[in-house]
């Protein structure tokens, strides 16, 4: 369930990208926006797409982890600590 959501949030900034990339084009088009604006604003979305894309990868991260935690489930740190105990 988790993956479905990462991939539908993926596939809805994709598709957000894609269609403000068609507006400015359209609007560069008519002669309303420079190239160069509408570059510099592509840009600074794409930059702040991945600074969200980084936040929600990191938050899932610690999600999982806590669930991990919340559930008792063994990591691989745990289980390398007990086969030097066993050794």
Same mark, same amino acid.
Request: no cysteine; glycine share 4%.
């Given at each position: ?11 809805? &900034?994709?598709?957000?990208?894609? $269609?403000? %990339?068609? #507006?400015?084009? /359209?609007?560069? !088009? *008519?002669?309303? @926006? ?9 840009? &600074?979305?794409?930059?702040?797409? $991945?600074? %969200?894309? #980084?936040?929600? /990868?990191?938050? !899932? *991260?610690?999600? @999982? ?15 390398? $600590?007990?086969?030097? #105990?066993?050794?």
């Amino acid at each position: 369930m988790f993956k479905d959501i990462v991939y539908t949030a993926i596939g809805a &900034s994709v598709l957000v990208r894609e $269609k403000v %990339e068609e #507006e400015m084009q /359209k609007l560069e !088009a *008519k002669g309303k @926006i420079q190239t160069d604006d509408a570059k510099s604003f592509i840009e &600074s979305i794409e930059a702040k797409g $991945k600074e %969200e894309d #980084e936040k929600l /990868k990191s938050r !899932a *991260k610690e999600m @999982i982890k806590e669930i991990i935690d919340e559930l008792g489930l063994a990591t691989k740190e745990d289980i390398a $600590k007990l086969k030097e #105990e066993l050794k």
